[in-house]
């Protein structure tokens, strides 16, 4: 791969890791997405140009504003880095082509659905919806061979989940039923069986590990998006590989 293209596009995963921090900042409350520009929540001076840089200038900065010297949350530094790695990732896996141009765009929504979730545990419509409409509208660029999949794919994610919901109260939300019919109509049928499958055994880890700790009780939830977002991310990349990789073990 050209080391020129890797370079751009790893910086502008860490420029766009640096925007969904402010919508996942401002969304859930609301918030002008321009206005007022990026400042320090503690001190409310207006930073410089030096200190938008991506992952630069938290390292730079100690992880502290300039000003005041008060504490930037870690998250900052992390989605940054995540995205940067998500845009990499993604090139890497499908070079420059269409497929990877929406695949980054469908990284992006699913990193800030992610964060809004573990921080809020809602998933905002706002985002859900137009990313639905998105999935819908790429699916003869996606799906062409067999478009009925990519539709097959969101139903048989939001059937599961959505008796999950009715079933066991409390459980999971209808944001996450709403997030997986997303993840279904980019991914298809079957792998949005591997995105669930995936999903499950992520969350019952963390959920393990949590209760292990006594970070959680058995009655308190957990967010469950990060967990579907992190295994449609996987499936988008390499779920054909997988499932692939899996009939084979099977059939010997």
Same mark, same amino acid.
């Not at 409310?44 to 930037?72: A, D, H, M, V, W």
């Not at 765009?105 to 919806?129: G, M």
């Not at 991914?187 to 393990?208: N, Q, S, Y």
């Given at each position: 791969?050209?080391?020129?293209? +890797?370079?751009? /596009?790893?910086?502008?995963?860490?420029?766009?890791?640096?925007? &969904?921090?402010?919508?996942?900042?401002?969304? =859930?409350?609301?918030?002008?997405? /321009?206005?007022?520009?990026?400042?320090?929540?503690?001190?409310?001076?207006?930073?410089?140009?030096?200190?938008?840089?991506?992952?630069?200038?938290?390292?730079? &900065?100690?992880?502290?504003?300039?000003?005041?010297?008060?504490?930037?949350?870690?998250?900052?530094?992390?989605?940054?880095?995540?995205?940067?790695?998500?845009?990499?990732?993604? *090139?890497?896996?499908?070079?420059?082509? *269409?497929?990877?141009?929406?695949?980054?765009?469908?990284?992006?929504?699913?990193?800030?659905?992610?964060?809004?979730?573990?921080?809020?545990?809602?998933? =905002?419509?706002? +985002?859900?919806?137009?990313? /639905?409409?998105?999935?819908?509208?790429?699916?003869?660029?996606?799906?062409?061979? !067999?478009?009925?999949?990519?539709?097959? %794919?969101?139903?048989?994610?939001?059937?599961?989940?959505?008796?999950?919901?009715?079933?066991?109260? %409390?459980?999971?939300?209808?944001?996450?039923?709403?997030?997986?019919?997303?993840?279904?109509?980019?991914?298809?049928?079957?792998? /949005?069986?591997?995105?669930?499958?995936?999903?499950?055994?992520?969350? %019952?880890? @963390?959920?393990?590990?949590?209760?292990? &700790? !006594? !970070?959680?009780?058995?009655?308190?939830?957990?967010?469950?998006?990060?967990?579907?977002?992190?295994?449609?991310? @996987?499936? +988008?990349?390499? %779920?054909?590989?997988?499932?692939?990789? *899996?009939?084979?073990?099977?059939?010997?």
């Amino acid at each position: 791969m050209n080391t020129v293209n +890797l370079v751009f /596009i790893s910086l502008l995963g860490a420029a766009v890791g640096s925007f &969904l921090n402010v919508v996942a900042d401002r969304l =859930p409350e609301g918030r002008s997405l /321009i206005s007022p520009a990026s400042h320090c929540d503690h001190c409310g001076r207006r930073l410089s140009f030096l200190e938008l840089i991506p992952i630069i200038s938290y390292l730079g &900065l100690q992880g502290r504003c300039r000003t005041c010297r008060k504490p930037i949350p870690p998250r900052t530094l992390i989605v940054e880095i995540v995205t940067c790695l998500a845009f990499v990732l993604t *090139w890497l896996r499908f070079g420059a082509s *269409w497929t990877s141009a929406l695949y980054i765009l469908y990284s992006s929504l699913l990193i800030v659905l992610a964060i809004i979730d573990l921080e809020h545990h809602k998933l =905002p419509n706002l +985002l859900v919806y137009p990313a /639905i409409g998105v999935g819908l509208a790429m699916i003869p660029v996606l799906h062409l061979d !067999k478009p009925w999949l990519a539709v097959v %794919g969101g139903l048989v994610g939001f059937g599961v989940l959505f008796l999950i919901v009715v079933l066991a109260p %409390g459980a999971m939300g209808m944001g996450d039923a709403k997030l997986v019919v997303f993840l279904g109509v980019v991914v298809g049928f079957p792998e /949005i069986v591997l995105t669930l499958f995936l999903a499950f055994i992520a969350g %019952g880890l @963390v959920a393990g590990i949590l209760l292990a &700790l !006594k !970070k959680i009780g058995r009655k308190d939830a957990i967010a469950f998006g990060p967990f579907l977002a992190l295994a449609g991310f @996987v499936t +988008l990349l390499y %779920g054909t590989q997988i499932l692939e990789w *899996w009939l084979r073990r099977v059939g010997g």
